[in-house]
């Protein structure tokens, strides 16, 4: 049996794994790799999935880094099924349609852009509304704890992960040359004692391979039982001023739970009186209306406040924003306000207005309340920029920056030790997923060393041959495999291009003087540029 690391290795978006086995060839998860430009342009070096070779896909939840990519799967001719829980196909069904239409107002923007610096060759949208519309007939569901098999010699079961409505771990054995083999992957991991979400289950099998997220690996959730005073403290610092308090929020699961802590500290007495609370997200006003369609997916607190006649997703001053004109209204607005918007990271939506009006602001409230990736604005802003970029302006950070590890949809380094502890044994082998290269060699050391377990984390691209008892064989293909940069040979470019600018700006003061301005200008911008690349490192 071979598995092939397609996405979320050594990075944390992006998740697939392509099995192949005697019988069947498959995926679990075919997630959108989000970050920088570098890690966003494996999105369109798809052929390397073959999708018209994949029998069916195994997805373990609707988040957009596992799921983001089926459309384009079914662009390049994948005629299989996907199996996920009932949930999953109501938020996947939202998501994927929210994504097909950035992804079509994208390249309208960016072909706007082109054909005005006179560009001709248009660019494509990584898919298209009907291409993701297209994967909803492909969509079955299924059921906690019942086993099927989607090809002869697979036989998969779905776990509650914990982690967000609907989400799984997977329990699949590989039948093939007479034996067994059985894998357990994670998908990602939720926190035991969520709000909403019950603790993760146990594993009901002996496992050979565990492909298990890492994100967290490195730390535990800071100050995980006060999160609510958290948020609390936040929203008073912006609100005794005057200020916004803008929550940058996944639009399914975090503006959920957020929600349930607003409801709750209504409750307690503990947020301003009046204060208006904004869901700023047409897609997470959607995916609450899932939430309450699926209330027997949710814990036992969450049941017992919907049988009392409570809804803990509402509160007095909660309003939703629809369309672009009321979000507008919001910053028109003057006064203290709660604003949760889309997206988490901010590399996207509404969420990026009301940055660029109050992240300047001394008296308003930024919440990150989510990981933010590599590359993100939100990664930069909690790195501590000066100054980000925002719809084409440079913003300056002077609101004041909360970080609110406790309300992560994903375990702690000390719960994915726990969860692995009741299933471990000396035959094990973990494979490091969904996580950077920090966080998974400190939780790979931890595993060997209270385990005796092996362990290591696959690169991108890398292929692992499996065999019951066998060392496994890793494969890299170096071609396709990101290479190092050459910094050495990128900063003798630039300052090769700095001399000929100073020897052609050596007779400057004896043109016109409106030449010399314009000259000025373009010269202060790439200065500009310089001090923000500077900043942010």
Sequence with gaps: MKVQLLGAA????????????????FAVDCGMHQGNAEIEKR???TRVYQAAKLDFILLTHAHIDHSGLLPRMMRENFDGLVYCTEPTVDLVSLMLEDSAYIQEMEAEWANRKRARRGKEDPVEALYTLEEARAVLSRLRPTRYGEAFEPAPGVR????DAGHILGSSFLEIEISENGALTRLLFSGDLGRPGALLMNAPAQPAMPVDYLFMESTYGDRNHRNED???DELADAIRHASSRGGKTIIPAFAVERTQEILHSLFLLHKEGSLPEGIPVYVDSPMAIKATKIFRKHGDFLDRQTGDYIASG??????????YTLDAGASQAINARQG???IISASGMCNAGRIKHHLRHN???????????????????????????????????DIAVAAKIFTIGGFSAHAGQSQLLEWVSRFVRPELTVFLLHGESKAQRILADLLRERF??????????????????????????????SGKINWTLLLAETEGKLAQLRASLADAHDRPREEQAEIQEQILELNKRFMYVISNL
Excluded: M
């Design 226 to 228: 006060s999160s609510r």
């Design 336 to 338: 203290p306000a709660i």
């Design 310 to 319: 409570d809804d803990p997703l509402s509160l007095p001053g909660l309003q």
């Design 452 to 481: 005796q377990v092996r362990v290591s984390a696959p690169a991108y691209l890398e292929e692992l041959t499996l065999a019951p008892g066998k060392e496994p064989v890793v494969r890299a293909d170096r071609r396709l495999a």
């Design 10 to 25: 050594q990075t944390v978006t992006g998740s697939c794994c392509i099995l192949e086995t005697e019988h069947a060839r």
């Design 43 to 45: 999105n369109c070096n």
């Design 156 to 159: 998969v079961c779905y776990r």
């Design 359 to 393: 992240l300047w602001r001394p008296d308003a409230s930024i919440v990150f309340v989510g990981y933010q990736s590599v590359g993100t604005p939100g990664r930069k802003i909690i790195d501590g920029a000066k100054s980000i970029s925002i719809l084409g302006e």
